[in-house]
Each structure stands twice: as C-alpha cells, then as structure tokens.
C-alpha cells in the first residue's frame, strides 16, 4: 500500500534552515505529480509547493525565494528545504501525492526564539 513518511520537523529559530524529507513506496514514486502542505492551527491546509514527475516546481506566493522543492526519484524521496524560516512558517507539514487521496502523517515544524 501506499506509504508517505515525513521526516526533518522541530524547533528553529527565525532565520533559520530545515530540511523536510518524504520517503515514499509503495507506487511508482517517479511517475506522480508531488506536493508539501502545510497546515498551522487554526487554518485551513494549504500547498506550499509541487513538483511535476518531470521535475517541474511551482510554489505558493509565501514562500516563494526562501524554500525549494525536490526529489530525488532513485531514493523515491521528496524533499523540501527551507530557508530564512519565519514564525509564519510555523505548522505541520504534510507530503501528498498531488490529485490522489494518500497524504503523509505529517511532521511539526515550529519557527521560534
């Protein structure tokens, strides 16, 4: 069955840098559009960024500039680094496998002095 596992959540401080991982299996991991949402308390889930299975980015007007959106589809694993991270960032972020049903568990990303 299908399996997204994301890694690479905690605690940083404005400024800082984290890496978000999304180990997949269970289907074929390179033939899938991919996105990162984001969902903080209180509001509703929104797309951060996708990545087509050509490899093609898009990315929400936030975080445009400061996060970056890869795969790497031999290790059938997503990423998503961020940079310059702010308070706003602050949510739990989930891996999906764009126009299907199958999401990850999600993991915490917390922006904070």
């Known amino acids: 069955q299908v399996q997204l596992v994301e890694s690479g959540g905690g605690l940083v401080q404005p400024g800082g840098s984290l890496r978000l991982s999304c180990a997949a299996s269970?289907?074929?991991?390179?033939?899938?559009?991919m996105g990162w949402y984001r969902q903080a308390a209180g509001k509703q889930r929104e797309l951060v960024a996708s990545i087509s299975s050509g490899g093609s980015t898009d990315y929400g007007d936030s975080v445009k500039g400061r996060f970056t959106i890869s795969r790497d589809n031999a290790k059938n694993t997503m990423y998503l680094q961020m940079n310059s991270l702010k308070p706003d960032d602050t949510a739990v972020y989930y891996c999906?496998?764009?126009?299907?049903?199958?999401w990850g568990q999600g993991t915490q990303v917390t922006v904070s002095s």
């Open positions: 269970g289907f074929t991991f390179s033939s899938y559009h």
């Open positions: 999906h496998v764009r126009y299907t049903s199958h």
